[in-house]
């Protein structure tokens, strides 16, 4: 399986900042990155999927992009409830997540 | 809508069977998953079973103990779980699958806690 990474491993951030969260890949991957977003006690949810397409009812102030192996999570303009843990995905390989603090 | 259950205390070496109930969506339309979250940690694929049930594909730590199985007719999956050991220990949500296995929709979870 890829290996992935994700950095950094946590951080803390005032609401209406803009934030970044990296994804990088083992080895080149096709564009299926996806990230999701975790709250304490909840069941992940999909927020971003094929590297930068929104899922339906996502926040505009949610993107993604890519250069090469590497992935990044934008998010524009913190807003509290974005307070969660972050996790990109690639087949059957999970991030170890990004905690987010507001 | 998707409702894990059958979560509970196994002893090791034990055996439970998850089930997961849908709605809301074309259930024999989608690859169906299972991901698993052990307190405190991060997530992990456990497997996935085809539309028809006619192809399984699993994570290494529980290869060979766990199958999947689904009745398109009642709109539900299932996961057995053989052979428990203390390390699945953990929350498992059954989700839905998009292309280039996108995980759509998450149930809410069902614990599962192995041990003596």
């Known amino acids: 399986d890829i290996q992935m990474t994700q950095s950094p491993s946590s951080l803390s951030a005032s609401v209406g900042d803009r934030v970044t969260i990296s994804c990088r890949a083992r080895q080149t991957i096709t564009s299926y990155l996806n990230w999701y977003q975790q709250k304490p006690g909840k069941a992940p949810e999909l927020l971003i999927y094929?590297?930068?397409t929104l899922q339906s009812g996502v926040p505009s102030r949610f993107s993604g992009s890519t250069s090469g192996t590497d992935f990044t999570l934008t998010i524009s303009g913190l807003q509290p409830e974005d307070s969660a843990t972050y996790y990109c995905q690639h087949r059957a390989t999970f991030g170890p997540g990004t905690r987010l603090e507001i | 809508q998707l409702v894990e259950s059958g979560g509970g205390l196994v002893q090791p070496g034990g055996s439970l069977r998850l089930s997961c109930a849908t709605s809301?969506?074309?259930?024999?339309?989608?690859?169906m998953s299972w991901v698993r979250q052990a307190p405190g940690k991060g997530l992990e694929w456990v497997g996935q079973?085809?539309?028809?049930?006619?192809?399984?594909y699993f994570g290494g730590s529980v290869r060979g103990r766990f199958t999947f199985s689904r009745d398109n007719t009642k709109n539900s999956l299932y996961l057995q779980m053989n052979s428990l050991r203390a390390e699945d220990t953990a929350v498992y949500y059954c989700?839905?699958?998009?292309?280039?296995?996108?995980?759509?929709?998450w149930g809410q979870g069902t614990l599962v806690t192995v041990s003596s």
């Open positions: 094929a590297t930068s």
């Open positions: 989700a839905n699958e998009g292309s280039g296995t996108t995980f759509v929709s």
């Open positions: 809301g969506f074309n259930f024999s339309n989608f690859w």
């Open positions: 079973i085809s539309r028809d049930g006619g192809e399984q």
